[in-house]
């Protein structure tokens, strides 16, 4: 995970590359607590985070957002009592990018 979370995201265009299946063998693996789900034709990746109570949940939502500012790459999350779903993938091509594996393991890291 060390080597995802040392890397910056990059600003993404329309029409920048998706995600190879060859880079997404080899990214998965360093966040193997993440789903790579597909909504609407478009692959996301996907973790559930469990809180004891609410104060934590929305302390850990913070934190990702901090972090979500610094890169400039911005999640979906649903924020439940002790839960918070997080998704990322890069909007503006539709799917995954390597910038939501670097986002996924620093999330991990919080």
């Known amino acids: 995970m060390s080597e995802l979370t040392e890397m910056k995201c ?3 265009q329309v029409g ?4 190879t299946a060859t880079e997404i063998e080899e990214w998965q693996p ?3 607590d993440w789903e790579i789900k597909e909504i609407e034709g478009i692959q996301r ?3 559930v985070f469990h809180f ?3 104060k934590e949940t929305l302390s850990f939502v913070n934190q990702v957002g901090e972090i979500a500012e610094q890169e400039g790459h911005h999640p979906v999350m649903l924020v439940e009592f002790r839960s918070a779903t997080v998704s990322w ?3 503006k ?3 995954l990018h390597a910038n939501d594996f670097i986002m996924a393991a620093k999330t991990d890291q919080l």
């Open 89 to 91: 993938w890069t909007h």
């Open 10 to 12: 990059v600003a993404c």
């Open 93 to 95: 091509i539709k799917g």
């Open 52 to 54: 004891n109570n609410f």
């Open 16 to 19: 920048a590359p998706l995600a």
């Open 30 to 32: 360093k966040i193997p």
């Open 45 to 47: 990746l996907e973790r």
